[in-house]
C-alpha cells in the first residue's frame, strides 16, 4: 500500500464524559470496529480502505494467480475504481470507437541514474472523424497478500493530453513513477481515449508486464 495515502475513510469516536458516552459517527466507503473508550479517555479506530479489506497485508508482488486476472483496482488512497470493460453506446448520439494504443509498461531508458517505470499511450482514429483526441495513461502495480487475493493499485497518470492520431513519439503521452527497487513485480498500463467533438464508447486499453520494479 503506498505510504502517502489517506485513510481516513470510515472513524467512530467515543467520549466519555461526566459518566456519559458520547460517540460520533463519520461514513465512507469502508467500515471498521471501535474499542470503547474508558472514562475520561477517547477512541478513535484504526481507518481502513477497500484495498485493506480486499487483501489485508498486501505488498507490490507478482500477478501469477488467477485472481489477479480479474483483480480490482483502487487508486491511490485505496479507493474502488470504477472499470469500463465493455463499450457504453448512447442510442441518441452519433457514437464512435477509436482505438487506444498502449506499450508494455517496462523500465525507462531516460530516467538515469534513477531507475524508473513508464508506460505509453496514444490513438487511432478507428471510425471516429475527429480530427485530435485526449488521452490519458496510467500505471497499476499488483498488491497481493500471497493467499488468493490482491489489487491493481494506481501509482501514476500522465497529464490528460490532446494528441494528433497515429502515436510515434511526437503524439504519445507518458507515465511515469520512480522505482523503490529492482524486485520483480507486476504492472499494467492502462490507457483511456476520448475523441474531441464526439461521444466515443468507453474502453480501456489495458497492457501487463513484469517489470523489475518495486514501488513502495
Request: with cysteine; net charge negative; charged share 20%.
Amino acid at each position: 500500500m503506498s505510504q502517502n495515502r489517506l485513510t481516513s475513510k470510515r472513524w467512530i469516536s467515543s467520549i466519555a464524559l461526566g459518566g456519559l458516552l458520547l460517540s460520533a459517527l463519520a461514513v465512507g466507503p469502508a467500515s471498521a470496529t471501535t474499542t470503547i473508550a474508558e472514562t475520561g479517555m477517547v477512541s478513535v479506530t484504526e481507518p481502513v480502505s477497500d484495498a485493506d479489506l480486499i487483501a489485508p497485508d498486501a505488498e507490490p508482488g507478482l500477478a501469477t494467480s488467477e485472481e489477479a486476472l480479474d483483480a480490482p483496482f483502487v487508486d491511490e488512497e485505496g479507493n474502488l475504481v470504477p472499470v469500463d470493460d465493455e463499450p457504453e453506446m448512447n442510442a441518441r448520439a452519433v457514437v464512435c470507437t477509436p482505438v487506444s494504443g498502449a506499450d508494455n509498461p517496462h523500465i525507462s531508458t531516460t530516467s538515469k541514474p534513477k531507475i524508473a517505470v513508464q508506460g505509453h499511450g496514444w490513438w487511432k482514429k478507428g471510425n471516429c472523424s475527429s480530427a485530435t483526441a485526449h488521452v490519458t495513461s496510467c500505471l497499476y502495480e499488483y498488491y497481493t497478500n500471497n493467499k488468493g487475493s490482491g489489487y491493481w493499485e494506481r501509482k501514476n497518470c500522465s497529464k490528460k493530453t490532446k494528441l494528433n492520431p497515429g502515436g510515434g513519439s511526437g503524439n504519445r503521452v507518458t507515465s511515469h513513477n520512480d522505482c523503490n527497487d529492482t524486485k520483480r513485480v507486476s504492472w499494467r498500463n492502462h490507457v483511456d481515449v476520448d475523441a474531441d467533438g464526439q461521444i466515443d464508447t468507453t474502453e480501456v486499453m489495458r497492457r501487463q508486464a513484469d517489470v523489475n520494479c518495486r514501488v513502495l
